[in-house]
């Protein structure tokens, strides 16, 4: 008798709680009630997601939390950052806690998969690299045989970095580190010959040292990383709205629109691809519930793709990232947005 | 007889000669750097080596400690003014990221104009500590009262708070001073009072909300005064009765009176907390919640009756034999997959949580001891009395008990605090290692890696420090026998 009670109130939890996943299905309408977007960020990763010292979040991934905060919103202040750890990231998307993940992550089959990911596209396209001492002499990662490298733990460079090695017959001694910092540190202080990461950190951390003329970061790229916004499976709505929004930034750049001129546009451009974009014809933020200048409020926040990468990664910055793969497809790069009809 | 030859009169002493000073071999600092350094060929290598190892530690560290640089806008600045001062090679230490951004370190995301309320928050708290902590100590007493009330208000001032602010906090402050000189009885209430009442001024929003936890407490005191004849169905009752006003009612009622008379302060949501003021807010509540916790634990663990032993032992074993990571992960992802959507439940509540049951298990051990420790005869003696169960652990037993596990119970203290960085584990921002890589992630501070380490570093110490003095202090206090 009272094994079936507990059984009976342990199945009732059970529903409910299955009850309340199924729920879980409009993420739009949340955010809606909700009034402020929750969005997955870096605890800090220099350019793509670091507060100031007043507490203001800027950078890469920030900024594309903003545009979608204001295409949903309105509003591209009413954002909640939730700063999320390598270990954190996932889990804290398909439980709910954020939104949308815009956290430098690569997509690959199993995040897209087995871990019920849905990346929305990709805002950067990186890829591994090494960077040694000038002294070292070497000059390619091909000489880099027997050497020690500095790699972080727990991360998709760290297979990489094996399958390279392995690749390529060499070997290689691993000294493990935990974070950015502590690579930064490990290999100014000579424990490791060479530090290896994504290419934009790399060029990130060479930027900051104290004698950058003094490092060099090796022409070889062995692995492809495309980072994106990631949302949960099973809400293709929003999944939409949040490839669409970085549809939109990119797509506003190929158009030629700009925060500066977005508004004069909006009001006398003869292109019909633009005017589809900005909604002045054809409400094509109504077929995912939005109004129809959702894309016009995000890419007003800071700009369409190349504007918001020259403010937080670009050449001017010190970060002094070039376009590269990431130029427009115009341009020899692979940023291809999809028509917008 | 007279006049007689010096030389066969024996030679008398009529006066002590002066003592002379020991031979300086034997004597002074040169005595004792033989007797300690130099006493063999084994303590003479000894020596020579440690004064080595000093030496390598002090001529790497000094430049580097000297040629610091405290005001600065970036880490290229520093290097800058460095080269600029001591020639292109030398290195020196950039502390100026530690002055740039002090803010973050100790308040986190907390917004600037409030940073009152956090000081007044820990300012206070040693307004509720000092009665208990210092109990037959006036002098001591008065002086932790007198400087955090001094310092609570001269900072205050400093960080900006408005002239009405410092005005209600030194109203505030010396009313409660006035009220631990002058009478007992309303102070322990005040003290009881102070946890909700820093609730609000850490989180903001209408007083009521805290107000009304704390009525659920007083709820339950009073039915289970009221029953107390019952004995456990009292305690049950009260349970069950205060469970029901928080989870029905308080939220209504705490409302209602809002909206009459909100009483309100600008909301800080808990993602907002960081760096120093997480940490401590999370090991105050730790420290508070977990040795009444662990008192009752290491009572129950003690019992004859079979089902509470059981469950002590099991809650105790489960909770020593799984990480702290582990249940801080659970705090911050399971439960997320198990509230329905939209709960909202407040993350730094979580990891206070679980940090406390942690704690409190590690506790409940250390009291367990001390309970151990007590000879047989107290406990008959308490018997003898004709004293019952709780009368006899409170006023016999447990002073003892607690008495000799001061030490314990203060290292388990210490350990909870440094735990506390752990919640960068869960996105929180610890000031040890989620504050400084943060910091570290905006270009100009990028490269900073032992500066906010030692910054930090050291004032864990202080603070840590500075509890384990304390309970040396109440250990000499509270010394009664073996004199």
């Not at chain 2, 031979?23 to 040169?30: I, K, N, T």
């Not at chain 2, 440690?50 to 290097?79: H, K, Y």
């Amino acid at each position: 008798m009272k094994k079936s009670a507990l059984f009976g109130s342990v199945t009732v939890f059970a529903l409910a709680a299955s009850g309340a996943m199924a729920a879980e299905g409009d993420t739009l309408k949340e955010v809606k009630a909700r009034g402020v977007l929750n969005c997955g960020v870096n605890t800090g990763l220099v350019g793509f997601a670091a507060p100031d010292a007043n507490g203001n979040w800027t950078g890469f991934d920030v900024a594309y939390c903003k545009a979608l905060a204001a295409a949903v919103l309105g509003d591209a202040t009413k954002v909640k950052y939730v700063p999320t750890t390598g270990q954190t990231r996932f889990t804290a998307l398909s439980s709910g806690e954020i939104d949308v993940l815009a956290r430098n992550s690569t997509w690959t089959f199993q995040r897209d998969t087995d871990l019920k990911l849905d990346f929305v596209g990709v805002n950067y396209y990186d890829g591994q690299g090494f960077m040694v001492r000038k002294d070292l002499g070497v000059s390619s990662a091909k000489e880099l045989d027997g050497a020690t490298i500095c790699i972080q733990t727990g991360t998709t460079t760290e297979l990489n970095l094996a399958d390279y090695f392995k690749a390529n017959n060499m070997t290689y001694q691993p000294v493990n580190i935990d974070s950015n910092a502590e690579g930064e540190q490990q290999y100014m202080a000579g424990a490791c010959d060479a530090y290896t990461t994504d290419a934009s950190g790399l060029a990130a951390t060479r930027a900051a040292f104290a004698d950058p003329e003094n490092h060099i970061i090796l022409p070889e790229i062995i692995s492809k990383e495309p980072l994106g916004p990631a949302v949960r499976h099973g809400d293709n709505n929003w999944g939409d709205i949040a490839r669409w929004t970085l549809f939109a930034l990119v797509a506003a750049e190929e158009y030629g629109v700009t925060s500066a001129n977005i508004d004069e546009l909006s009001k006398s451009s003869q292109n019909p691809e633009v005017q589809r974009l900005l909604g002045t014809s054809d409400d094509l933020g109504k077929m995912m519930g939005l109004d129809a200048e959702w894309a016009k409020r995000a890419i007003k926040v800071q700009g369409n793709y190349g504007e918001i990468f020259a403010a937080t990664i670009g050449e001017q910055t010190p970060i002094g990232l070039a376009r590269g793969l990431n130029a427009q497809w115009t341009q020899g790069g692979l940023l291809y947005a999809i028509p917008f009809r | 007889m007279s006049n007689p030859d010096p030389r066969s009169v024996a030679f008398v002493r009529k006066t002590m000669l002066p003592p002379e000073p020991p031979p300086a071999r034997a004597s002074g600092a040169v005595l004792w750097l033989r007797e300690n350094l130099f006493s063999g060929p084994l303590n003479i290598l000894l020596t020579l080596i440690g004064l080595g190892i000093l030496w390598l530690i002090f001529s790497t560290l000094w430049p580097w400690l000297s040629n610091s640089v405290w005001n600065a806008e970036s880490m290229a600045d520093c290097r800058k003014i460095i080269a600029a001062a001591h020639g292109p090679d030398a290195s020196g230490a950039c502390f100026a990221i530690i002055k740039h951004r002090w803010n973050q370190f100790v308040f986190g995301f907390y917004p600037s104009d409030l940073y009152w309320r956090p000081v007044l928050a820990f300012g206070t708290l040693f307004l509720a500590l000092a009665p208990v902590l210092f109990a037959d100590s006036p002098k001591a007493r008065r002086i932790v009262t007198g400087l955090a009330v001094a310092l609570t208000f001269v900072i205050s001032a400093v960080l900006g708070a408005t002239v009405v602010e410092l005005g209600g906090m030194a109203i505030l402050m010396l009313a409660w001073v006035y009220l631990i000189e002058t009478r007992t009885g309303p102070v322990v209430l005040a003290s009881l009072i102070y946890p909700f009442f820093a609730v609000w001024l850490l989180w903001g929003g209408t007083i009521w909300e805290p107000a009304m936890a704390l009525a659920g407490f007083v709820l339950g005191f009073v039915v289970w005064r009221a029953l107390s004849a019952y004995g456990m169905f009292a305690f049950a009752a009260a349970v069950v009765v205060a469970a029901f006003w928080w989870l029905a009612l308080s939220d209504i009622v705490s409302r209602g009176i809002a909206t009459v008379l909100p009483m309100r302060l600008a909301p800080v949501s808990s993602d907002q907390f960081g760096g120093f003021v997480l940490s401590i807010t999370i090991g105050v509540s730790g420290i508070a919640l977990s040795l009444p916790l662990g008192v009752i634990l290491a009572l129950a663990r003690r019992s004859d009756l079979p089902i509470i032993k059981i469950m002590a032992v099991i809650f105790i074993e489960f909770i020593r034999g799984v990480p702290l990571i582990t249940l801080l992960f659970v705090a911050s992802l399971l439960l997320n997959y198990f509230l329905p959507p939209g709960t909202n439940f407040d993350i730094i509540l979580r990891v206070i949580i679980m940090v406390t049951l942690f704690a409190s298990a590690y506790m409940a051990e250390v009291i367990r001891g001390g309970l151990a420790a007590l000879p047989k005869g107290q406990y008959e003696a308490a018997d003898a009395l004709g004293l019952d169960y709780w009368k006899a652990q409170r006023l016999i037993i447990l002073p003892q008990a607690l008495k000799i596990s001061i030490p314990g119970i203060v290292s388990t203290f210490i350990g909870m605090f440094k735990d506390t960085t752990l919640v960068v584990f869960v996105g929180l921002f610890d000031p040890l290692k989620a504050m400084s890589d943060t910091i570290r992630a905006s270009f100009e501070w990028k490269g900073a890696y032992w500066e906010p380490y030692i910054f930090v570093g050291s004032i864990f110490f202080i603070l840590c420090f500075g509890m384990s003095r304390y309970s040396m202090y109440l250990e000499r206090r509270l010394k009664r026998d073996h004199r």
